[in-house]
């Protein structure tokens, strides 16, 4: 719909003079509520922006798909007995509750009577890094175990909180030890973890 521009009249499509005026009619008349260049160019600004992230993720959403599948089949799961082992291409775990492996590989000596909760010894292996991790339980007080743990690792940084739960920390070139005691229905729980490898590289012994 075009309108003349001396009197505003309706004009009609193809008309060349107003029926009212008779001003002559531009070739070519302005419709009403045109759409300008800039709002076709926003438009079409936003149609890409929106195509591009619609894209984009779509692109995210099959990457991590296709690296989902590459470690899904490159990862091995083995049971035997207690001992769970994972091979996946960025190391791998094994998990068993064995208190007797757990305390060969940890390299600390366990509480005195404490026994290993169940399936909770695992090693870790990420490139150079090996972690060691296990937990136990016993009947004596948390107090006690600390006192263990303080006569072997006399260098250790201990901390105490109000509710009886110990933190020790022991780090030499080889290792570092972390030590978690605290009370837990009616027993104390004990959890060790024992780093080496280029986690603890270049560490001062504290011994």
């Not at 973890?193 to 280029?198: P, Q």
């Amino acid at each position: 719909m075009a309108f003349c521009n001396a009197c505003g009249a309706t004009l009609e499509p193809g008309a060349k003079f107003c029926p009212k005026c008779g001003a002559a009619v531009p070739a070519a008349a302005v419709a009403s509520n045109p759409a300008t260049p800039a709002q076709s160019n926003t438009v079409k600004v936003i149609l890409i922006v929106v195509a591009i992230v619609v894209g984009l993720s779509i692109l995210g959403i099959g990457t991590a798909t296709f690296i989902g599948l590459r470690v899904a089949r490159h990862t091995r799961v083995e049971q035997n007995g207690g001992k769970v082992r994972v091979e996946t291409p960025f190391g791998t775990v094994e998990s068993n509750n064995n208190s007797d492996e757990a305390a060969r590989n940890l390299g600390i000596d366990i509480y005195p009577g404490a026994r290993a909760r169940k399936s909770s010894a695992a090693n870790v292996t990420m490139g150079a890094m090996h972690t060691v991790a296990a937990e136990f339980e016993t009947d004596d007080p948390p107090e006690r175990v600390a006192d263990f743990y303080k006569k072997r690792l006399p260098h250790a940084n201990i901390a105490v909180s109000d509710e009886k739960q110990y933190t020790i920390i022991s780090h030499d070139k080889k290792n570092m030890f972390t030590i978690n005691i605290e009370p837990q229905d009616g027993k104390t729980l004990i959890h060790i973890a024992n780093i080496s490898g280029n986690a603890v590289a270049g560490g001062e012994s504290t011994d």
